[in-house]
T-cell receptor, first 114, second 112 residues
Framework: NAGVTQTPKFQVLKTGQSMTLQCAQDMNHEYMSWYRQDPGMGLRLIHYSVGAGITDQGEVPNGYNVSRSTTEDFPLRLLSAAPSQTSVYFC?????????????FGEGSRLTVL | KQEVTQIPAALSVPEGENLVLNCSFTDSAIYNLQWFRQDPGKGLTSLLLIQSSQREQTSGRLNASLDKSSGRSTLYIAASQPGDSATYLCAVLSYNTDKLIFGTGTRLQVFP
């Protein structure tokens, strides 16, 4: 079972470069989200989506864009990378209804911005 | 705004001990609370999910309780083993939001 798949696992960027972190899930989950994890800060929500064509901002959305054209995919775009975006990024998904809200995570993407 | 706190931040115990990890949240209007485990360099693995109508959930040596009125949850680990060493995080899903809010975790080390 694939679950939630993130690519790439590691990436090094220079300041100002752009890139896309890919996330795909095969569980037909309506809800998908992106978190970043930093030492001492825990996991912070960047953006989330409750279905195809619907996205919304989380706690730390600045510098990131998302789109949701299909149920399966939820890419995260960094338009102009900054050193402050050095972090580990996690994609997560779940069913949206409250009774089946278990969240499933990908393995993470470690990004370094020089 | 929902805030989630976990105490202690780190814990080191000998093998065989029974442990209690704590999670507190400020807004009791929640759908559910979830406990996760994270190994170094890895993603998060769901351990237990407690719905707002439930008082506890059990899985093997793990037992999680929920007291919404006091804004608290505990994760009880029985007969700890070195393989339990990891960071444990709790997260809550509040009413009228699709945002799961995380605590900063408890880093557990169980030594032989």
């Amino acid at each position: 079972n694939a679950g939630v798949t993130q690519t790439p696992k590691f990436q090094v960027l220079k300041t100002g470069q752009s890139m896309t972190l890919q996330c795909a899930q095969d569980m037909n989950h309506e809800y998908m989200s992106w978190y970043r994890q930093d030492p001492g800060m825990g996991l912070r929500l960047i953006h989330y989506s409750v279905g195809a064509g619907i996205t919304d901002q989380g706690e730390v959305p600045n510098g990131y864009n998302v789109s949701r054209s299909t149920t399966e995919d939820f890419p995260l775009r960094l338009l102009s990378a900054a050193p402050s975006q050095t972090s580990v990024y996690f994609c997560a998904s779940r069913y949206r209804t409250s009774n089946t809200g278990e969240l499933f995570f990908g393995e993470g993407s470690r990004l370094t911005v020089l | 705004k929902q805030e989630v706190t976990q105490i202690p931040a780190a814990l080191s115990v000998p093998e065989g001990e029974n442990l209690v990890l704590n999670c507190s949240f400020t807004d009791s209007a929640i759908y559910n609370l979830q406990w996760f485990r994270q190994d170094p360099g890895k993603g998060l693995t769901s351990l237990l999910l407690i719905q707002s109508s439930q008082r506890e959930q059990t899985s093997g040596r793990l037992n999680a309780s929920l007291d919404k009125s006091s804004g608290r949850s505990t994760l009880y680990i029985a007969a700890s083993q070195p393989g339990d060493s990891a960071t444990y995080l709790c997260a809550v899903l509040s009413y009228n939001t699709d945002k799961l809010i995380f605590g900063t975790g408890t880093r557990l080390q169980v030594f032989p």
